[in-house]
């Protein structure tokens, strides 16, 4: 790679995160990290990604609003999003549905917990690396 590839990985676990973090800056790429929907948009604003990876389900503001509010902002409406979700397990007790997941304009979308080998690839395919 000539020019790092940023990635901004979203997610209210910060283990999970720092899992995810480590192995993708191992790939070569340079990694920031947001603990939340509102957290990730003010870094988004600041200094745009080139991979967005989003969780779902997070405090103050989720992935599925966080990801409307990027593809609305054509600013911000080509950056690809990867979504990470436990919620297929139990749709019906959460506020949460895969069909709110199919219908935001992700362009990936992975079960958690995926492995971040999976998240890697996934980062890599939308990359187009």
């Known amino acids: 790679m000539d020019e790092k590839k940023?990635?901004?990985v979203v997610d209210d676990e910060p283990d999970?995160?720092?899992?995810?973090?480590?192995?993708?800056e191992k790939e070569?790429?340079?990694?920031?990290?947001?603990y939340d929907g509102?957290?990730?948009?003010?870094?988004?604003?600041a200094n745009p990604p080139d991979v967005i990876v989003l969780d779902v389900m997070m405090p103050e503001k989720d992935g599925y609003?966080?990801?409307k509010e990027?593809?609305?902002?054509e600013r911000f409406a080509d950056i690809p999003?990867?979504?990470?979700?436990?919620?297929g397990d139990?749709?019906?007790?959460?506020?949460?549905?895969?069909?709110?997941?199919?219908?935001?304009?992700?362009?990936?979308?992975?079960?958690?917990?995926?492995?971040a080998e999976e998240i890697t690839a996934s980062v890599k395919r939308l990359l187009g690396l």
Not at 16 to 24: E, H, M, R, T
Not at 81 to 87: K, Q
């Open 6 to 8: 940023r990635i901004l």
């Open 16 to 24: 999970f995160a720092s899992i995810v973090k480590a192995n993708l």
């Open 28 to 34: 070569g790429f340079e990694v920031d990290v947001a």
């Open 38 to 45: 509102v957290e990730g948009l003010e870094k988004v604003e």
């Open 65 to 67: 609003k966080m990801c």
């Open 70 to 73: 990027l593809k609305k902002d």
């Open 81 to 87: 999003v990867i979504m990470l979700t436990a919620v």
């Open 90 to 115: 139990h749709v019906t007790s959460t506020r949460y549905s895969h069909h709110d997941g199919m219908s935001m304009e992700a362009e990936d979308y992975l079960a958690k917990p995926a492995s």
